[in-house]
Every structure is written in C-alpha cells, then in structure tokens.
C-alpha cells in the first residue's frame, strides 16, 4: 500500500500563462501549499517549468519519474497541456503507477481513469467559451 503521508507531494508551478492570466510564481506556491495543507498532505517544494512556449518538460518528467512522490500538485487543471493526447499520457503516467495529480485552484484531482472525463469536458467547455468570447470582440 502506498504511503501517501510518507512520500508527499510534489508542486508544480510555470511562468507561463495560465488559460490567460499571469499568476506570478510565488502566488501559484502559496496556492499549492494551502491546497495541500487543507487536504493533509505533505507538500514538497515545486518544480518550475521551462519557459520556453508550450513547453510541458517538467511536468511529463514529473509524471513518468514519480516513484518517489504520492503525487503532483498542479496550481490549474489549465497548466496541462493544450494537447488532448499529450494530457492523456500525464495521466496515464500517474495513474499506473498509482499516483494522483491535483489541481489546487480546481480542488480536483486524477486517481482513477473514471477522473479523467470531467477534466477533459472542463478544458473542452473552457475551449467553446475562448472561441466563442474571441468570435463575438472582432
């Protein structure tokens, strides 16, 4: 059984945008530190993404390396990436290996292959309003 107190979990932060807005670093840690607080969970310092765009190094390096951790806590469910395939092998990653991923500004997580779905229709819903608000300005 896995010892999810022992092991703790891993932050994940990213100076990029964030479905739009910029959250500055250290917002997105205290953010993750409160989430992990509130659900009893013992956090671990953050890893930082790449700043180069669309680069979602780190996180696939997290996922399919995370043995020594219960699982990652992301500051937004939209740090994942844009690409539907590539967010399926996140998850998958964590999810063999009985890993959870969480997401502190959504309090949701992935743990099960059935958690999988409402991530993807809030990144799918999410999508439809983008275009529909950038549409409707032009």
């Given amino acids: 059984m896995l010892d999810q107190k022992r092991l703790g ?3 994940y932060i990213s100076g990029h945008s964030i479905n739009g807005a910029r959250v500055p670093q250290h917002i997105q840690n205290v953010v993750i530190r409160q989430y992990c607080d509130s659900m009893g969970f013992q956090y671990l310092l953050s890893e930082v993404e790449h ?3 669309c680069c979602k190094m780190v996180l696939h390096g997290m996922a399919t390396d995370c043995e020594s951790v219960a699982g990652i806590v992301l500051y937004s469910l939209f740090q994942l990436p ?3 395939d590539e967010r ?3 998850y ?3 999810i063999e290996k ?3 991923i969480h997401f ?3 309090r949701m997580n992935v743990s099960s292959i059935e958690d999988i779905a409402l991530c993807e229709d809030i990144i ?3 999508e439809v309003l983008s275009s529909t608000f950038i549409v409707q300005n032009i």
């Fill in 104 to 106: 502190s500004v959504e």
């Fill in 9 to 11: 979990y891993r932050g």
């Fill in 88 to 90: 399926k092998k996140i």
């Fill in 82 to 84: 844009g690409s539907k």
């Fill in 51 to 53: 700043i180069m765009p």
């Fill in 124 to 126: 799918s819903i999410n």
């Fill in 98 to 100: 009985g890993r959870s």
């Fill in 92 to 94: 998958q990653a964590m």
